[in-house]
């Protein structure tokens, strides 16, 4: 089981209820890293498996996977 980095948005109505549904998150295995409240967003970790749980959460937004890009130094060939 691989686990995946999530940013989580949460939908505006739910706004008012942001802790509660983090809450929900962590009950699903989702491993929070940071609380977003005035943006909407959480971010974290899960076990890949388990994403279909966290995306059936009453007042998730979206779930989109972060992305790590790399850029080569200065002195590498590639650029």
């Not at 409240?37 to 995306?55: F, H, M, Q």
Request: glycine share 6%.
């Amino acid at each position: 089981m691989a686990k995946v980095n999530l940013s989580v948005s949460v939908k505006d109505d739910h706004l008012p209820r942001f802790s509660d549904l983090v809450s929900q998150m962590k009950k699903t295995g989702f491993n929070v890293d940071q609380e977003l409240a005035s943006a909407g967003v959480v971010t974290g970790s899960i076990d890949d498996y388990k994403v279909p749980a966290l995306r059936k959460l009453t007042g998730v937004a979206h779930i989109e996977e972060s992305r790590t890009i790399q850029i080569p130094s200065p002195d590498s060939k590639v650029q």
